[in-house]
């Protein structure tokens, strides 16, 4: 169904994904240039999850941009394709990383230098009610905890069809 819809193409790039499953290498990257507070890798639930994860876990909330979080072109197609939203859905290989603002640029430069796409996608807050994404036309909004993975949801929908 998936090559039917998106080419062959895209099954052909969507299989180097294997490959970078392991974040090692990024999470060595920013340990040895220091400043890392914590570093979490964002699996069921995405990467929504994941922030939710980090935040409970230091007390404290986040102000998310919709638009800095790198997602893979593959990523984007098969979320639109099966309707699904990707900060909810399964991260595996991706890295959340939070440092000292002061080492945050750097940190980037660095794993970019490694062609690791990576971005600053925000800020941590202290106040841990506050667990906000600014969408990309610019609406401020809750980022609600996925209740399930929506990888659970498409295998569902593929179920019942």
């Not at 090559?3 to 090692?24: P, R, W």
């Not at 991706?94 to 230098?113: G, M, N, P, W, Y």
Request: one cysteine or more.
């Amino acid at each position: 169904y998936v090559s039917q819809k998106l080419g062959s193409d895209f099954i052909e790039n969507a299989s180097t994904y294997f490959d970078k499953l392991s974040v090692m290498n990024e999470a060595l990257i920013a340990f040895r240039h220091g400043g890392v507070q914590a570093m979490h890798d964002p699996t069921e639930g995405g990467i929504a999850n994941g922030l939710h994860e980090v935040a409970d876990a230091s007390r404290t909330g986040f102000i998310v941009s919709e638009k800095q979080i790198p997602i893979s072109l593959e990523t984007r197609q098969l979320c639109e394709l099966f309707k699904l939203n990707a900060l909810n859905l399964i991260s595996s290989g991706a890295l959340l990383i939070f440092v000292d603002e002061a080492q945050s640029h750097a940190i980037i430069h660095q794993l970019q230098r490694e062609h690791i796409d990576a971005a600053i996608i925000g800020d941590v807050v202290e106040d841990p009610k506050v667990r906000v994404i600014q969408r990309e036309n610019g609406v401020r909004e809750v980022l609600n905890r996925p209740d399930t993975d929506e990888l659970w949801r498409a295998h569902a929908k593929e179920l019942a069809s």
